[in-house]
């Protein structure tokens, strides 16, 4: 279970630095 909330929290973090990044190269561009 702990296992997977931290999985979880991983993907999270992944896909919100992913947005921050796609939107900063669209503000650039």
Known sequence: MLQIARLVRGC????????????SATTKN
């Open 12 to 23: 999270l973090s992944c896909t919100l630095e992913m947005l921050c990044y796609l939107s």
